[in-house]
């Protein structure tokens, strides 16, 4: 190597390599095969439970709740509004609620916030 000596190359390195190459391809292959039954396996035991307790596999349950939270925004960029319970946001209701906090005030502020309200 030193001096300007030149490495001399293996005749059978392209053949060796090819054959290694070959070897880790081969090696990957059968670690691919042997999760893919490890979790064969395991599917089939989660199946079993869900069939014993009733439940939905995680996809289908996931799948669902999407949907549902879709549906109602498919039109709308914004949240749909919530109905407003009865009562609440009434302007007469605001006022007769003024009115009872004014009576329980005594007479001269009584008669100033009654001046600001009208």
Do not use: F
């Not at 290694?20 to 990957?28: I, P």
């Not at 939905?56 to 549902?68: G, H, L, M, N, T």
């Amino acid at each position: 190597m030193l001096g300007g000596e030149e490495k001399e190359e293996d005749p059978d390195a392209a053949k060796k390599e090819e054959e290694r190459q070959e070897a880790l391809r081969q090696q990957e292959e059968e670690r691919k095969a042997k999760y893919a039954k490890m979790e064969a396996e395991r599917e089939s035991m989660r199946q079993g439970i869900r069939d014993k307790y009733g439940l939905k596999k995680r996809e289908v349950v996931d799948a669902e709740a999407a949907a549902a939270a879709e549906e109602p925004a498919a039109g709308s960029l914004t949240r749909p509004k919530q109905a407003v319970p009865k009562g609440c946001g009434d302007d007469e209701e605001e006022e007769s609620i003024m009115d009872t906090v004014v009576k329980y005030l005594p007479g001269p502020l009584q008669e100033k916030v009654t001046g600001w309200l009208k």
